[in-house]
């Protein structure tokens, strides 16, 4: 066995080490964002739902809410944020949102 052919298994078992690290900090994220989700208020919750993991656009997301128009899409949207970053921040987030 050559020595390049062992560096070369090492750095691949390396590589696939870190993906595999990789992908679970990003599934213990996403299931703390879910955790954090599911602690809000429910218009809030289903304003974040819609946005932010359906994909819905804004005129989709005021239909599904039963909002009269676009702006009180963003004006939900934007107390959503709010409750998500207190629960995700703490309170130190008031400051700076």
């Not at 804004?58 to 009269?68: D, I």
């Amino acid at each position: 066995v050559s020595g390049n052919f062992v560096n070369d298994t090492y750095k691949q078992l390396f590589e696939y080490g870190e993906v595999c690290r990789e992908i679970k900090e990003t599934a213990d994220k996403i299931e703390e964002i879910e955790h954090i989700v599911s602690q809000l208020p429910e218009e809030s919750r289903n304003v974040i739902q819609l946005l932010y993991f359906e994909g819905a656009t804004n005129s989709q997301a005021a239909e599904a809410l039963n909002c009269w128009s676009v702006t009180t899409v963003y004006k939900k949207k934007n107390v959503a944020i709010k409750d998500f970053a207190l629960l995700y921040y703490g309170a130190a987030a008031l400051g700076e949102i």
